[in-house]
């Protein structure tokens, strides 16, 4: 099976894949979904992905058929029944339909995570709940998505995790520290909750060329592994264990190589 750098993140929903200068789209088998013809691509969810082609922006189904046209500046992941776009006015949110939802206009306008979403207005970011009212008041410089009932925000004495309510849970947090945490922990990227809890901890990896190799390892790997994974939820579903030996095979191999990869992450960090 040819390897991909994995940029899906939903489960048995096809994924976007880089070739060159261009994206296409393809399923857990490695099946071509779309040809490799789009400037932009965001994951399937829910049956809708964002694309971008000729310098416009909309929404294509699995089978490649444009559902929303390709008529907007940008646009961002569809969620949880929003998708955000920009037109001329700003940034606003449209429904599978592509009728307006949230008025356009903000600055900037994140995906809905957990019934919210951070937008820029006026220069800031707050977040709104699905009827484009203001859910947490407090305005950052900066704030991402929520995700296991935290989200990361810039404040004026840097990054800081709030929870739903917009309690801080740790403020100060320096950028060069997240940063350091989403480079040198490879679970950390994909998981906000890892990331809370190694920057709560102050844990820190000794630099040496042995450790950045198996960092490095470690990335490669766990997109291989997290791509054969999800294979195995498809394989699952479709109950035919005989037409997909080889891949179960193959996905419990990775499966063995990602927790090894993790045991000799846990030993650095005993060090």
């Not at 006015?89 to 995570?113: M, P, R, V």
Request: charged share 25%; glycine share 10%; with cysteine.
């Amino acid at each position: 099976m040819k390897k991909y750098h994995v940029l899906g993140d939903i489960p048995g929903e096809p994924f976007p894949v880089k070739e060159g200068n261009k994206y296409r789209f393809i399923n857990y088998m490695g099946e071509q979904i779309t040809p490799a013809v789009y400037d932009k691509a965001y994951p399937f969810n829910d049956g809708l992905a964002a694309v971008s082609l000729n310098g416009k922006y909309g929404y294509i189904d699995i089978k490649n058929k444009p559902i929303i046209p390709f008529q907007y500046l940008n646009a961002g992941k569809y969620a949880e029944g929003y998708a955000p776009v920009m037109n001329n006015s700003g940034w606003g949110y449209i429904n599978k339909k592509g009728q307006t939802l949230i008025e356009f206009i903000y600055q900037d306008a994140h995906e809905f995570s957990e019934g919210l979403a951070s937008v820029k207005s006026d220069g800031k970011y707050h977040f709104i709940n699905g009827d484009g009212n203001v859910a947490l008041a407090e305005r950052y410089l900066w704030a991402g998505s929520f995700k296991s009932g935290m989200a990361l925000v810039e404040m004026e004495n840097g990054y800081a995790f709030i929870d739903g309510g917009g309690k801080v849970l740790i403020e100060g947090i320096d950028y060069n520290l997240v940063k350091e945490y989403r480079d040198t922990y490879p679970y950390s990227t994909t998981d906000l909750l890892e990331l809370y809890e190694g920057i709560r901890t102050r844990k820190k990896i000794p630099v040496s060329q042995e450790n950045i190799i198996l960092i490095q390892e470690a990335r490669l790997r766990k997109g291989r592994a997290a791509e054969l994974a999800n294979l195995l939820q498809v394989i699952l579903q479709q109950k035919n264990d005989c037409i997909y030996k080889k891949q179960y095979e193959e996905v419990a191999r990775l499966r063995g190589i990602e927790v090894a990869i993790v045991t000799d992450i846990k030993k650095i960090l005993k060090r």
